[in-house]
């Protein structure tokens, strides 16, 4: 019986009523992880000693990198897990992934070229992490793009869940660039096996504190959006009647 | 006053580190309205289904790009 979860998670209604029963309450913890962020982030944490005030874009930057590979990674997945099992809650969870993974992955562009103006001396650097961050979002922009072409849902959910799974090799690609080549970026120093964040606390919380804000963010606009999904993928459950009317 | 202005002016990068902050601000604010958005329409194209033909109404419609 350890399996009913699972099964549940591939049933539209069940789906669909649990997704609005956590939206709020991941839309409030991000809210609170994202205000004490930005207040730490850019009033408590200290200046930096090399790059003065002008570091405080690590705390938009890194996390919206982050975010733009993590988004990959589960559209990536959910894509995976529709082609394997047949799963059409899948196909829903990715297709909901395509827009918000090219707003963080744009946004990670900006905030680095934004960032590299004054630091690095150059808004844009063909170095090898801007390179494939640059790939990364064409493949979201790609992705959008395939599922808005293919009229018939079912054709576009499969082309669409093998091209987001080939695709995947590019975020280890990303985020091992900075030790693969030489780059202006610098190595990891939160996500590091076996060490600690090489980062003072009071700018490691703040960092962390957006980072998992925006994971929550997500969560609520993923959420949200498979919503919409399901209810337009299901074309004549009698669910909808009850969902919609409640 | 002059500690605001002086805090605002960011040590001298006030013209790369705020406009990074208002973008991303811009771009979550953004994915939110473009979600509930999303939700609304899918909302109202599933009552009119629903209203227009009992339990079953085939009508095609754009799937996966809602915006």
Redesign the interface.
């Given at each position: 019986m350890a399996w009913t979860w699972f099964h549940k998670l591939g049933s539209p209604p069940y789906v669909y009523k649990l997704a609005a029963t956590l939206t709020p309450w991941f839309a409030w913890i991000a809210a609170a992880l994202m205000a004490y962020g930005l207040i730490g982030g850019l009033v408590i944490s200290p200046a930096d000693y090399q790059q003065g005030e002008g570091y405080r874009i690590l705390y938009v930057h890194a996390p919206t990198a982050w975010m733009s590979l993590q988004v990959y990674v589960v559209m990536a997945v959910a894509s995976a897990v529709a082609l394997i099992w047949r799963i059409k809650v899948a196909h829903a969870v990715a297709a909901a992934c395509g827009t918000m993974g090219a707003t963080f992955t744009a946004c990670a562009l900006a905030t680095g070229s934004l960032w590299g103006g004054p630091m690095w001396g150059t808004y844009w650097e063909w170095d090898p992490r801007i390179i494939f961050e640059l790939v990364l979002l064409v493949q979201f922009l790609g992705y959008m793009g395939l599922r808005a072409a293919v009229d018939d849902t079912q054709r576009a959910d499969r082309i669409c869940a093998v091209l987001a799974v080939v695709g995947v090799i590019n975020v280890p690609i990303i985020h091992y660039s900075v030790e693969w080549w030489n780059s202006l970026h610098q190595t990891a120093s939160v996500m590091k096996l076996g060490s600690k964040p090489t980062m003072p606390l009071s700018m490691l919380m703040p960092l962390l504190s957006m980072f998992f804000g925006y994971v929550f963010l997500f969560g609520a606009l993923l959420l949200t959006r498979l919503r919409a999904e399901l209810l337009s993928r299901e074309r004549s459950a009698s669910w909808i009647r009850d969902v919609v009317r409640a | 006053m002059n500690g605001l202005i002086e805090y605002l002016d960011?040590?001298?990068?006030a013209r790369?580190?705020w406009?990074?902050?208002v973008?991303?601000i811009a771009?979550?604010a953004?994915?939110?309205l473009?979600?509930?958005r999303?939700?609304r329409?899918?909302?109202e194209?599933?009552?009119r289904?629903?209203a227009a033909k009992g339990?079953?109404?085939?009508?095609?419609?754009?799937?996966?790009?809602?915006?």
């Open positions: - | 960011m040590g001298g990068y790369y580190v406009p990074a902050y973008i991303v771009a979550i953004s994915n939110i473009m979600a509930r999303a939700l329409r899918a909302r194209a599933a009552l289904r629903v339990t079953s109404a085939e009508v095609p419609s754009q799937v996966g790009n809602a915006q």
